[in-house]
């Protein structure tokens, strides 16, 4: 979906349209005044006070109609640069405009622009006439705040979004209507995976029994590719006390991130927001020969990172979070070949999971921020290289990305493109030198002295959460099989008959590892089956009469009319198949 706000066409033809609306507004509800109207990434919105009129979906539908009659009108827009004096005089009967006036200094020249009777202090720019405007959309309505602060009075917002030609338009709305049924958080409330209460905590999510189903089956995977790759899987504590970040150096560069510190008896602790320090000092529990390396050490990690209450965002932007997290201890020998083997199951996950669109960014540091960056130049020029190197060898097409990379280190992430929205960071491997230094880490090389490792921080999935949130959205929660939270869904076709064959049948696929459900409630067969298909089974199993006298199932894919019989044994081999190939 396009930026509006940062493509200048769209952004000035938006921030016209926002004027035109409160025009029609001011003609409708002469008393209105309005607060800011700014242009966003989806349009536009304007903050408005309507007295005592609390809008409804009839009053959108009026103001709609008056903005057209506008625009056939086709006044010009004429732009107007005036004294902050004379801003005071023209706006003195509105107290919001007044003060974003008193905003200015006395010598400042302040603009404002007018179509026909209605004038609006504002930058600009803006089309030259509301003929532009012509094809728009007033989208939905909604509360807020007099400068964003609820202890201010309440205010109420409309959205909007105008494009040049119909079929932009349309096609932007189509886009707004998919992205609505795809949203992670609408599926997660229908398909029961995730809640959110207040009581618990702004952007501290809740995994209910089918979304913990889901996770445990994302972590089973990746754990068992680790594993099979040589990672040693660790536990550690989700508190830190503020002196392991100190010496880590991310109480200097990423405080403003973390949770308030809290002192208890004669320590003072914080939320972790990284699992690298606890690391490191799980390497420097003993000693080290070169012959050890390159030692990997994983972890499902809990974390806490301190967002914004406005950008947290049901399982994709959280305070609480798991990270797919790993560190790869190696000689500096080791760098490119572990490197490698990152990108390499980077591309195996991506392949399971059937992500095609995606593109790899080399953050790098930039050389003239002096406060972000540990200052070795000759560090950062070799690990910065190393990245290139490996990467070129590899055939990989990447960008670099100036000034993304961490504090300690060059990093690579991954930017997958996702069904609707703009691109998710999901993978991201970081080379680091600094912080085995900062732990003072060493091996015994083969001469028997001691060397400090490099340390390659990874993430595959990223968080969990983000993961899942980007999974459900690309699924619209229909998940493949192997992933599905219930695998099968089993409907007796009378519940007097055929509930004690479909008992067998759910105790055979358990005892087989299948994630299982019986529908054992004495409802209609055609009710069952349309809640199995709302509730997007991959797979339901239908047994009556016939099933019961055969000893075999009857069973449909999620998608389909088509009935499939299979003797018992073939329906789990089927099945077995079917989650071994991932599908």
């Known amino acids: 979906m396009i930026n509006i706000k940062e493509n200048e066409e769209l952004n000035k033809l938006n921030h016209s349209c926002a004027h035109l609306m409160a025009q029609a507004v001011k003609h409708l509800y002469p008393d209105a005044k309005f607060w800011v109207g700014p242009v966003i990434e989806e349009g536009f919105y304007y903050d408005m006070d309507l007295g005592d009129v609390t809008l409804t979906e009839n009053d959108l539908e009026a103001i709609s109609r008056e903005m057209k009659k506008l625009v056939k009108d086709g006044k010009r827009i004429v732009r ?45 720019p803006h089309v030259s006439s509301v003929k532009e405007c012509k094809y728009f959309k007033l989208l939905k309505f909604s509360g807020s705040y007099y400068k964003g602060d609820s202890k201010n009075k309440g205010l109420q917002r409309i959205y909007g979004v105008c494009f040049p030609t119909l079929e932009e338009l349309e096609a932007h709305l189509k886009e707004l209507e998919e992205r609505k049924e795809r949203d992670h958080r609408k599926i997660g409330r229908e398909q029961e995976l995730f809640m959110n209460h207040e009581l618990v905590g702004s952007g501290m999510p809740l995994w209910l029994p089918n979304g913990a189903r889901l996770r445990k089956a994302l972590e089973n995977y990746i754990y068992e590719k680790e594993e099979a790759l040589g990672y040693h899987h660790v536990y550690t504590p989700c508190v830190g006390t503020v002196d392991l970040y100190k010496t880590s150096g991310h109480w200097d560069h990423y405080k403003e991130n973390m949770f308030p510190s809290m002192k208890v008896d004669e320590e003072e602790f914080v939320l972790r927001p990284m699992n690298c320090p606890h690391h490191m000092l799980v390497y420097k529990n003993k000693l080290h020969s070169y012959r050890d390396l390159p030692i990997r050490i994983g972890e499902f990690a809990t974390d806490f990172r301190y967002e914004a209450s406005g950008a947290v965002k049901g399982l994709e932007r959280v305070r609480c979070m798991c990270q797919n997290d790993a560190h790869l201890f190696v000689t500096k020998e080791q760098i490119g070949e572990e490197f490698k083997k990152v990108v390499n199951l980077i591309l195996d996950v991506y392949k399971d999971f059937g992500i095609k669109d995606y593109k790899f960014r080399l953050s790098l540091r930039d050389k003239e921020d002096k406060e972000k960056y540990f200052p070795d130049d000759e560090m950062w020029d070799n690990a910065e290289n190393k990245l290139r190197e490996v990467l070129d060898s590899m055939g990989v097409e990447y960008f670099e990305a100036i000034g993304e990379a961490a ?23 970081q080379l680091d030198f600094l912080l085995p230094r900062r732990f003072e880490l060493n091996y015994i090389d083969s001469d028997g002295e001691k060397q400090t490792p490099v ?18 959205e690309e699924v619209k929660g229909a998940f493949p099989l192997w992933l599905a939270p219930t695998q099968v869904n089993v409907i007796p076709v009378n519940f007097e008959y055929h509930l004690e064959y479909a008992k067998e049948i759910v105790l055979l696929l358990k005892n087989n590892s299948i994630r299982v459900n019986l529908d054992d409630r004495n409802e209609k067969l055609g009710y069952k089956m349309r809640e199995s298909v709302l509730k997007k089974y991959p797979i339901t199993i239908i047994l009556g009469q016939k099933e019961v006298d055969e000893k075999t199932i009857s069973y449909r894919l999620y998608g389909s009319e088509e009935t499939t019989t299979l003797k018992i044994e073939e329906f789990v081999s089927y099945l077995k198949k079917r989650i071994m190939d991932k599908n």
Request: charged share 25%; glycine share 6%; proline share 3%.
């Open 407 to 429: 504090f300690y280190g060059p990093k690579l992430d991954v930017e997958v493109k996702p069904a609707v929205g703009p691109d998710v960071t999901l993978s991201t491997c």
């Open 455 to 472: 340390v390659l921080h990874r993430a595959i999935f990223g968080t969990f959460d983000r993961f899942t949130a980007f999974l459900i």
């Open 80 to 124: 107007q640069e005036i004294s902050k004096e004379e801003a005071l005089q023209m706006f003195r009967l509105d107290s919001y405009k007044i003060d974003l006036i008193e905003e200015f200094s006395n010598d400042e020249i302040i603009s404002c622009y007018t179509q026909g009777d209605f004038t609006d202090l504002c930058r600009g």
